[in-house]
């Protein structure tokens, strides 16, 4: 027997293509869609509205996501946060979140495919740290109105890649200078809504892994599981709790 869906109220903050592709998905899942937040109306951000709402869902953009997650933290809503770009403040919105007993859900990618790919990224590092003949470079491909560079799905590979794998010790954009740096490379095409390819390269032979979104759905429909995990928690999840990882 199928889980029964439960119906939420949900707001919306970010009100883009991300935005409007998980409007149709959680409406089509019985989802009430009680406000949307946009740039121009971001000042209806408001605890009021908040609290009103069973969870919300933040894609926005590395400038405004802190102060978007910490409304949400004091309104007591939880949040799915899908804006890449500004963990370097991760320590600050985690004490805010605990200190208000909120709850978060972020991910660097809300796709499923993209989940289980994280997963097999990480067994083949570890497979590969043995065998130092190959070089590792990680690719990703997005639309020009991407925001961030490279994309949070890019660096969560590469951080994979050197948690798993000896050879490499950080992660560079521009071309390395020894073999211990993993390279990531970035280009903006249209309309791509992203590939990632992990590419394992020696003398003898290439072993690629290659994920390509074909349009925007499955991301949207990952921060609504999302949004369906996290109502009525507290604490700070990922894709792997909502997945079962």
């Known amino acids: 027997m199928a889980k029964e869906i439960p119906k939420l109220?949900?707001?919306?903050?970010?009100?883009?293509k991300m935005g409007k592709a998980i409007e149709e998905v959680a409406i089509s899942r019985g989802h009430e869609i009680l406000f949307i937040i946009d740039a121009h109306n971001?000042?209806?951000?408001?605890?009021?509205?908040?609290?009103?709402?069973?969870?919300?869902i933040e894609f926005t953009g590395p400038d405004s996501a802190v102060e978007n997650l910490k409304i949400c933290f004091d309104a007591q809503t939880p949040v799915v946060c899908g804006s890449t770009g500004w963990l370097k403040n991760w320590k600050e919105v985690k004490?805010?979140?605990e200190m208000q007993n909120g709850a978060l859900l972020c991910a660097s990618n809300f796709?499923?495919?993209v989940n289980i790919f994280f997963?097999?990224?990480k067994k083949l590092a570890l497979l590969m740290g043995s065998h130092p003949e190959y070089n590792v470079?990680?690719?990703?491909?997005?639309?020009?109105?991407?925001?961030?560079?490279?994309s949070g799905t890019a660096i969560t590979l590469a951080e994979q890649v050197i948690h798993n794998n000896p050879t490499k010790k950080?992660?560079?954009?521009?071309?390395?200078?020894t073999r211990e740096q993993l390279q990531i490379i970035s280009k903006r095409i249209d309309p791509a809504p992203g590939t990632h390819i992990v590419n394992y390269q020696s003398p003898i032979d290439d072993i690629t892994l290659t994920h390509t979104a074909h349009n925007r759905q499955g991301f949207a429909l990952g921060a609504v599981l999302a949004a369906?995990?996290?109502a009525g928690k507290s604490g700070i999840f990922n894709m792997k709790d909502v997945l079962g990882l």
């Open 9 to 16: 109220k949900i707001v919306l903050i970010g009100y883009g």
């Open 42 to 56: 971001r000042e209806q951000l408001q605890p009021e509205i908040l609290k009103r709402a069973d969870a919300a």
């Open 95 to 97: 004490n805010h979140c």
């Open 111 to 113: 796709s499923i495919g």
């Open 119 to 121: 997963e097999i990224n």
């Open 137 to 150: 470079t990680i690719e990703e491909i997005h639309h020009t109105q991407k925001k961030d560079a490279p």
């Open 170 to 177: 950080d992660w560079v954009t521009q071309a390395p200078s």
């Open 228 to 230: 369906e995990f996290i």
